[in-house]
């Protein structure tokens, strides 16, 4: 196969490496409050409280799909199209219908919730209209937080979403303990918390986020056409529509569990996978990938060296990573949630979906840079029935556990789906798989040459 020299590949490995350190980095910092915050949640409310909690985050969670959140990606994959081939005024046309499509939907939400919240009270059976109206203010925060996203994904400010997270981490965290240990309040103490700190987060923005808009303002843009429309009824329909049945197939594991255990069982499953979600977080390198590949797309020899490195160094590094969780996980729960140590078998089950996550991650950047969220659709379509119908005689059979297996079967059924599908269409990204066991002086070159970016930025120091 064919290889970039390193000072070729050295601009677009360093954004990667750059982004996931920071990334990284910040991660550890925002689960590691995220965690705090929780356990002062859940250590403050009373269990009917903390229900009333969970039924406000759940209205404001039907809501909030409207945002269409899958969609994003598919923006920003044309943004960066548009921007690295030069086409300003595509670039500025699409930019602006971003914009004025989430301030829609943000105010729009913001109104429903305001004017329908005595509903939530007839379809929950709970009084929580007072707590929805609360946080219905965090629908037009959002709609300018997705903005200030999109501006600093299209300008690789990593750095930037790295300190935004964590900002509203700890604004978090400062308002629920003000909220009820000092004014007194219970849940709708939390509430506020959790507005006020989107909020916090977003302010603390704004002047970055207009100096990052100005270039834009003196650009010129394309009449007629609505490219939000196009790039929708192109293609974004399919992302749009893999994402429902992602939230579907996530949201659809409990409710087959409780078809055949009980409610209990549904707790020791969900700690389960809310312990390998807060794990694999700690690194988002999917959410480095997306922009810069798209961004390359069209080199080639890059393209096959990252798909290529990803299914061998990657794997190898994301199973040495899981060592971590698999020592620590077991003994923080012990710790802090002793009540939810049946959950750590499922929890390393699970984990074994780790070691393919760097493969997986390019995997998912080229599908959106390829535009093919409709190939995506499907994948994600066929996986879903096989978590109905396996997920249901694996939990009839094994117990919880066999959803932790059906889990594990899913993610790996769907990414060799999404593997073959792409080597199909891309033939010239294939490696014979005997390359993934063999080792030369290239291999050292490239683990030398990324261990040192990561010391660089660690550092701060040339290497």
Known sequence: MSHDKPDQAQSIVAKIVEGTVWSSGSGVAVKIIGLLTTVTIIRILSVP???LYQLTLAAYGILAAFFFAGFDQVVLTDLMLAKSGGDSLRFKRLFSEFVSVKLMVGVALFLVTLLGANLADAIYGENIAFLVRIIAF??????????????????????????????????????????TFVVGFGVQGIIFAIVGASAIALFSFVPYGIRLYRPLVAMKTLSGRTLMSEAFFSYGKWAIGARYLNDLQRNIRPWLIKSFLPTEAVGIYAIAENLYGQ???????????????????????RIKN???????????????????????????????????INSIPLFYVILLIMPPVGFVSVLTAVFYAQRQQKAHFVITLLVLLITLLVGSILVRELGVIGMAVEFTISAYFFNILRAWYLFRINPDLRFPLLCLFKWDHKDLDFIKFMSGKVLQFLTGRKT
Do not use: C, D
């Open 279 to 301: 794990a694999i977080s700690l690194v988002p390198l999917g959410t480095v990938l997306t922009p810069i590949v798209s961004q390359t797309i069209h080199e080639r020899n």
């Open 49 to 51: 409280e903390y229900g």
């Open 138 to 179: 965090l629908f037009p925060i959002v709609a300018f937080e997705r903005i200030l996203n999109m501006l600093l994904n299209i300008n690789l400010s990593f750095r930037a979403m790295s300190l935004f997270t964590f900002i509203g981490e700890a604004a978090k965290l400062g308002l629920v303990l003000f909220f």
């Open 306 to 340: 990252l798909v290529y490195y990803s299914a061998k160094h990657g794997t190898i590094f994301f199973l040495i990573l899981a060592v971590l969780p698999a020592l620590a996980v077991p003994w923080l729960v012990g710790l802090l949630f002793p009540q939810h």
